[in-house]
């Protein structure tokens, strides 16, 4: 019997150990040097999400207050779970990194607003794994609710604003009006700030209001052939912007530029005229839309092969005609 008690004392007091455990403040350590000192790595208690961050004085049990803008060193370590989710996002897991960067943002919202903060950055990374995964709904929530976002500068505030623009999409035709007032004012607000990533979601967001003007069908009538163009121009601006970035939504932009196309008047009757691949003359006969579609179409399978079949792209490339085939360097 008594065996059985000390069993539920053993069992009440792990318990109360693991509960302790959950309860243990998340700290984190930085280099600093506060004003007036030398250069050292203190134990960060939390922040104040204004900027101020609060530590523990050397020696003491005090708790002290100082401005991270005051100090001439201000770096916070980075933690080994945010080393981890930014090994998954570099190699392109971005579904398993976005879990694990909503999980540090949380776990660190006590430092939000600091610089280099891991709550804000995770923030950051889970705002462009959503955008890379085209999570636009998701997008314009995180966008929306960034913590610690007046604290980002330089390419990472313009980054959260441009994913902003990404969150405007929802593909209705009044939406391409506010996406071209929203890009402008991100573009006079940033100027050189847009990193290529940033501005190729700004360009694929003006791409999507483009071709929601395009009513969806068999063929497009010539009074859309205009919006068509545009957005045909807007996508391939969007690839060539975040060529080796990554590869959703060039891939995303690709295809969609193909589809409208395919779709432009005489490109299907011009196909259903020649044979594959085309020759020459048939080639520089062929109407501009047509040619636009076979080379985005090769260019697709080339650079971004992909194991899940395509039928519009491989069609259009069966089409492919080398301009170059059999001329001598130099000529």
């Not at 259903?272 to 080639?283: C, I, L, R, Y």
Request: aromatic share 10%; hydrophobic share 45%.
């Amino acid at each position: 019997m008594k065996s059985l008690k000390y069993m539920g004392f053993a069992l009440v007091a792990a318990s109360c150990m693991q509960f302790a455990a959950a309860q243990q403040p998340v700290k984190l350590s930085a280099y600093v040097q506060l004003p007036g000192g030398k250069p050292a790595l203190l134990e960060l208690e939390r922040g104040d999400g204004e900027g101020s961050f609060f530590y523990m004085q050397k020696g003491t049990d005090q708790l002290m207050q100082s401005k991270a803008a005051t100090c001439k060193m201000f770096y916070i370590q980075t933690p080994a779970d945010m080393a981890n989710a930014q090994r998954d996002y570099y190699g392109g897991d971005y579904a398993d990194a976005r879990k694990q960067f909503a999980s540090i943002k949380k776990k660190y919202a006590a430092f939000a607003g600091l610089p280099g903060s891991p709550c804000t950055m995770a923030a950051l990374y889970e705002l462009t794994c959503a955008v890379r995964m085209l999570d636009v709904a998701a997008v314009k929530e995180l966008a929306a609710a960034l913590p610690g976002a007046s604290s980002l500068t330089g390419a990472d505030a313009a980054r959260v604003d441009a994913a902003k623009v990404v969150g405007l999409i929802d593909d209705k035709p009044e939406s391409f009006a506010a996406i071209k007032t929203a890009v402008e004012d991100v573009l006079k607000k940033h100027n050189r700030n847009l990193d290529s990533e940033s501005n190729g979601w700004l360009r694929y967001a003006l791409a999507r209001g483009a071709a929601a003007q395009v009513p969806a069908g068999a063929a497009i009538a010539e009074d859309k052939v205009k919006a068509a163009s545009a957005a045909v121009d807007f996508y391939c601006q969007a690839v060539m912007a975040m060529h080796g970035s990554q590869k959703v939504l060039p891939m995303d932009a690709l295809n969609r530029s193909i589809a409208l196309l395919w779709a432009m008047p005489g490109v299907q009757d011009y196909a259903a005229k020649v044979s594959t691949p085309v020759d020459k003359s048939g080639w520089n006969a062929a109407p501009a839309d047509f040619r636009d579609a076979v080379a985005m179409a090769h260019y697709l399978k080339t650079i971004y092969p992909s194991e899940t079949p395509n039928e519009l792209a491989d069609k259009l490339d069966a089409y492919y005609f080398n301009t170059l085939k059999g001329v001598k360097k130099g000529e």
